[in-house]
């Protein structure tokens, strides 16, 4: 039943809380590395207010390395930054789960020892996935799968400073490897895959969090989108309903 004075975002909401929810809708977030991707999905998360919503880092999906690629990683000498670093076809197929409404086993990631766990996490089919990474609008088959392609963006040298603080404090590197790091790969293929990312992209956010309007602009869409995928779901159970009463 509907409040006096509800507004319209509310009544959206209210509309689909009705798990299992297949048929995940899914934001992708490129950006620059340091670009604020993790802090813009955050943002979008908390003003989303729905009670299921995950955000899939793509760093979960880092391949595996020889022990040859181990020694150049912690010798900053090993390029993390193209996309062959990335397992997309574990991802693709986790999505597609995630998409169905299955529940999906997801790797963690250690950025100190350059490796995977030997535990995963679960996601359990959301309402809305929000997938951030440098190459999240890089693989035709995730665009194919994505409801909204969002390029985060930011000056390079905020990048950079916001990355040495981060990777110094959280990811146990030193200000000279990650220098070295920056200008021997990050850099060059910014400029070469993440960048070529905007062309693809249905909205460009400046400033990250700082941008009210833009998180707004996004949650509001996303409620959109959800409503209408009730709402074709209600229609679709309806017409299976008819369909077993004419047999
Ligand atoms: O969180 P962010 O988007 O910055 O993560 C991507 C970055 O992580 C890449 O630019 C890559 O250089 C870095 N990376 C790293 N060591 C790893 C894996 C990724 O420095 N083992």
Same mark, same amino acid.
């Given at each position: 039943?509907?409040? $006096?004075?509800?507004?319209?975002?509310?009544?959206?909401?209210? $509309?689909?809380?009705?798990? @299992?929810w297949?048929?995940?809708?899914?934001?992708?977030?490129a950006?620059?590395?340091?670009?604020?991707?993790?802090?813009?999905?955050?943002?979008?998360?908390?003003? &989303?207010?729905?009670?299921?919503?995950?955000? &899939?880092?793509?760093?979960?999906?880092?391949?595996?390395?020889?022990?040859?690629? *181990?020694?150049?990683?912690? /010798?900053?000498?090993?390029?993390?930054?193209?996309?062959?670093?990335? +397992?997309?076809?574990?991802?693709?197929?986790?999505?597609?789960d995630?998409?169905?409404?299955?529940?999906?086993e997801?790797?963690?990631?250690?950025?100190?020892?350059?490796?995977?766990l030997? /535990?995963?996490?679960?996601?359990?089919?959301?309402? =809305?996935?929000?997938?951030?990474?440098?190459? $999240?609008?890089?693989?035709?088959?995730?665009? +194919?799968?994505?409801?909204?392609?969002?390029?985060?963006?930011?000056? $390079?040298?905020?990048?950079? *400073?916001? %990355?040495?603080?981060?990777d110094?404090?959280? %990811?146990?590197?030193?200000?000279?490897?990650?220098?070295?790091?920056?200008?021997?790969?990050?850099? @060059?293929?910014?400029?070469?895959? =993440?960048?070529?990312?905007?062309?693809?992209? +249905?909205?460009?956010?400046?400033?990250?969090i700082?941008?009210?309007?833009a998180?707004?602009?996004?949650?509001? /869409?996303?409620?959109?989108?959800?409503v &209408?995928? *009730?709402?074709?779901?209600?229609?679709? &159970?309806? /017409?299976?309903?008819?369909?077993?009463?004419?047999?």
């Open positions: 039943m509907s409040t $006096a004075g509800e507004g319209t975002l509310q009544k959206m909401q209210r $509309a689909h809380y009705s798990p @299992p297949a048929n995940t809708s899914i934001i992708g977030i950006g620059s590395s340091g670009s604020g991707k993790t802090s813009l999905s955050l943002a979008i998360n908390s003003s &989303l207010s729905l009670p299921w919503v995950v955000i &899939l880092s793509m760093d979960s999906f880092y391949k595996p390395l020889t022990p040859e690629q *181990s020694q150049a990683a912690f /010798r900053n000498e090993y390029d993390f930054d193209s996309p062959e670093a990335i +397992d997309f076809d574990i991802l693709v197929e986790r999505l597609r995630i998409k169905e409404g299955k529940k999906a997801i790797p963690v990631y250690s950025f100190e020892k350059h490796s995977r030997e /535990r995963t996490t679960t996601i359990y089919s959301p309402h =809305v996935l929000i997938l951030e990474g440098i190459f $999240a609008l890089h693989d035709e088959r995730i665009l +194919d799968m994505l409801d909204m392609k969002i390029f985060c963006e930011a000056d $390079a040298d905020v990048c950079l *400073s916001r %990355r040495l603080v981060r110094v404090r959280e %990811r146990g590197r030193d200000i000279e490897g990650c220098i070295k790091q920056w200008f021997a790969f990050v850099k @060059p293929n910014f400029h070469k895959y =993440v960048e070529p990312q905007r062309n693809v992209a +249905d909205i460009i956010v400046p400033r990250g700082e941008n009210k309007v998180i707004s602009m996004v949650s509001d /869409r996303i409620h959109k989108t959800l &209408l995928k *009730s709402k074709m779901h209600q229609i679709e &159970l309806k /017409r299976l309903g008819k369909v077993a009463e004419d047999l």
